[in-house]
Nanobody
Framework: QVQLVESGGGLVQAGGSLRLSCTASGRTFSSYAMGWFRQAPGKEREFAERISRSGSTTYYADSVKGRFTITRDNAKNTVYLQMNSLKPEDTAVYYC?????????????????WGQGTQVTVSS
């Protein structure tokens, strides 16, 4: 079992930055690839980015590429999401998720554990 807790969300103006954190407890954090998903009001949950077990490989959705950066610190059991140049359309609840199979999936149903989410609101 893995417990994930996100933090760092909040309200920011367009063009601003936020850094989200997701801290894991339970089984060995480095055994999991990690992903960030987001869900805007009235929309489906969508993939944003993922990172491999070691942190050597990352992958981004086109909507966030060049603005968001995912990193991880396995010694701290934490994955981070640095969000720069934020836009109003980035407003959503952001969820981190753990994937034990580490197949590099962008599909939410292939992730095994989820955090409770943290709200990010970008004002125009």
């Amino acid at each position: 079992q893995v417990q994930l807790v996100e933090s760092g969300g909040g309200l920011v103006q367009a063009g601003g930055s936020l850094r989200l954190s997701c801290t894991a407890s339970g089984r060995t954090f480095s055994s999991y690839a990690m992903g960030w998903f987001r869900q805007a009001p009235g929309k489906e949950r969508e993939f944003a980015e993922r990172i491999s077990r070691s942190g050597s490989t990352t992958y981004y959705a086109d909507s966030v590429k060049g603005r968001f950066t995912i990193t991880r610190d396995n010694a701290k059991n934490t994955v981070y999401l640095q969000m720069n140049s934020l836009k109003p359309e980035d407003t959503a609840v952001y969820y981190c998720a753990a994937d034990y199979s580490a197949r590099g999936s962008t599909l939410s149903h292939e992730y095994d554990y989820w955090g409770q989410g943290t709200q990010v609101t970008v004002s125009s």
